[in-house]
C-alpha cells in the first residue's frame, strides 16, 4: 500500500483535505455538488470525487437524490460526544458563575439548527430553573438562542428560521423574522440577550456568545423573573460575559 503524502506540517495531506470537505459542507447548512465543493475548496475535482465516495462508504456523507452531497448522520454521534465533553469541561467555570450571581448557569451550542443544552450548574435556591442537559430547543425562544444567532450573519439566520419555523412558546416570543433580526442587531450591541418569558413564563434569562469557537455556543445564567429582575441584569450581564471571554479563551487555546 502507497504511503499518504505528508503535508508540508507533518500531516496526513488527504485526511486534511477530506476534513475541508466536511466543513465545506457544513458551511453551506444543506448541500454541495462536486462542482460546488470543487469552486469552494479549490481542489482538484478527480481528488474531490475519491474523498467524497469514500466519505460516503464510511457514513460521514450522504448522497441525496437530486445527486448532492451533504453531511452524513455517521457525524451526529461524534458531535453529540464532543459537545457533551465541552459541557463536562465547562462546568467548573458554570459553578463560579453560580457562586457569583446566585442562579442557575447554563451551556448551549447550536447544532443542525437547534440548541442544545451541554451543561448546567444549578443554583443553591430551592426556586431554581432547570434544563435537562441533552435538551434541543429552537433557537429563537431562547436566551443562548438569540445570544448565539446574534453572532450569524443576518442571510444565515433567516434562512434557519425558514427550516425551523417560529412557532410560540409563551406570548412573548418572538414569531416574525425581521422583528426577531432587529432584535439580534440590539443584542450583538450590547454584547448579551435577555430571555424575558419567551421560553417560559415567569423566567428570565442573560446569555453570552462564545466567540471564535468551533460550533456556535452561548453561555446563560437563568432564574424566576421575580428574583432575576432587571436591575439584576444589569450587575449580572458583565460576570456573564466575563465567563463566556474565559470559555472563549481556553477553548482557542485548545484549538
Same mark, same amino acid.
Request: hydrophobic share 40%.
Given at each position: 500500500?502507497?504511503?499518504?503524502?505528508?503535508?508540508?506540517?507533518?500531516?496526513?495531506?488527504?485526511?486534511?483535505?477530506?476534513?475541508?470537505?466536511?466543513?465545506?459542507?457544513?458551511?453551506?447548512?444543506?448541500? +454541495?455538488?462536486?462542482?460546488?465543493?470543487?469552486? %469552494?475548496?479549490?481542489?482538484?475535482?478527480?481528488?474531490?470525487?475519491?474523498?467524497?465516495?469514500?466519505?460516503?462508504?464510511?457514513?460521514?456523507?450522504?448522497?441525496?437524490?437530486?445527486?448532492?452531497?451533504?453531511?452524513?448522520?455517521?457525524?451526529?454521534?461524534?458531535?453529540?460526544?464532543?459537545?457533551?465533553?465541552?459541557?463536562?469541561? =465547562?462546568?467548573?467555570?458554570?459553578?463560579?458563575?453560580?457562586?457569583?450571581?446566585? #442562579?442557575?448557569?447554563?451551556?448551549?451550542?447550536?447544532?443542525?439548527?437547534?440548541?442544545?443544552?451541554?451543561?448546567?450548574?444549578?443554583?443553591?435556591?430551592?426556586?431554581?430553573?432547570? %434544563? #435537562?442537559?441533552?435538551?434541543?430547543?429552537?433557537?429563537?425562544?431562547?436566551?443562548?438562542?438569540? =445570544?448565539?444567532?446574534?453572532?450569524?450573519?443576518?442571510?444565515?439566520?433567516? !434562512?434557519?428560521?425558514?427550516?425551523?419555523?417560529?412557532?410560540?412558546? $409563551?406570548?412573548?416570543?418572538?414569531?416574525?423574522?425581521? #422583528?426577531?433580526? =432587529?432584535?439580534?442587531?440590539?443584542?450583538?450591541?450590547?454584547?448579551?440577550?435577555?430571555?424575558?418569558? #419567551?421560553?417560559?413564563?415567569?423566567?428570565?434569562?442573560?446569555?453570552?456568545?462564545?466567540?471564535?469557537?468551533?460550533?456556535?455556543?452561548?453561555?446563560?445564567?437563568?432564574?424566576?423573573?421575580?428574583?432575576? %429582575?432587571?436591575? +439584576?441584569?444589569?450587575?449580572? !450581564?458583565?460576570?456573564?460575559? +466575563? $465567563?463566556?471571554?474565559?470559555?472563549?479563551?481556553?477553548?482557542?487555546?485548545? !484549538?
Amino acid at each position: 500500500m502507497a504511503e499518504e503524502k505528508a503535508g508540508r506540517d507533518g500531516g496526513v495531506q488527504s485526511l486534511r483535505r477530506a476534513f475541508e470537505l466536511l466543513e465545506r459542507l457544513a458551511d453551506t447548512g444543506g448541500e +454541495a455538488s462536486l462542482s460546488e465543493l470543487a469552486a %469552494t475548496s479549490g481542489l482538484p475535482m478527480p481528488t474531490i470525487h475519491r474523498l467524497i465516495r469514500t466519505l460516503v462508504q464510511l457514513g460521514y456523507v450522504r448522497q441525496n437524490t437530486n445527486r448532492k452531497y451533504a453531511l452524513g448522520a455517521r457525524l451526529i454521534r461524534l458531535g453529540e460526544n464532543a459537545s457533551m465533553q465541552f459541557g463536562t469541561w =465547562a462546568r467548573p467555570l458554570l459553578a463560579e458563575l453560580v457562586e457569583a450571581t446566585g #442562579e442557575t448557569a447554563n451551556l448551549a451550542v447550536l447544532e443542525r439548527d437547534e440548541v442544545v443544552y451541554v451543561s448546567q450548574v444549578p443554583s443553591k435556591h430551592s426556586m431554581r430553573m432547570f %434544563t #435537562e442537559v441533552g435538551r434541543r430547543v429552537l433557537p429563537h425562544g431562547t436566551g443562548v438562542g438569540k =445570544a448565539i444567532l446574534s453572532q450569524l450573519p443576518p442571510e444565515d439566520v433567516r !434562512a434557519l428560521l425558514g427550516r425551523t419555523g417560529m412557532p410560540a412558546y $409563551t406570548e412573548h416570543t418572538f414569531t416574525d423574522p425581521d #422583528e426577531l433580526l =432587529a432584535h439580534l442587531t440590539q443584542v450583538a450591541a450590547q454584547g448579551y440577550a435577555v430571555d424575558e418569558s #419567551e421560553q417560559e413564563l415567569g423566567v428570565r434569562c442573560v446569555a453570552v456568545p462564545l466567540t471564535g469557537t468551533p460550533a456556535p455556543a452561548a453561555v446563560s445564567v437563568s432564574g424566576p423573573s421575580g428574583r432575576l %429582575t432587571r436591575e +439584576a441584569v444589569s450587575r449580572i !450581564a458583565p460576570l456573564v460575559q +466575563a $465567563t463566556a471571554a474565559t470559555l472563549s479563551t481556553h477553548l482557542a487555546e485548545s !484549538a
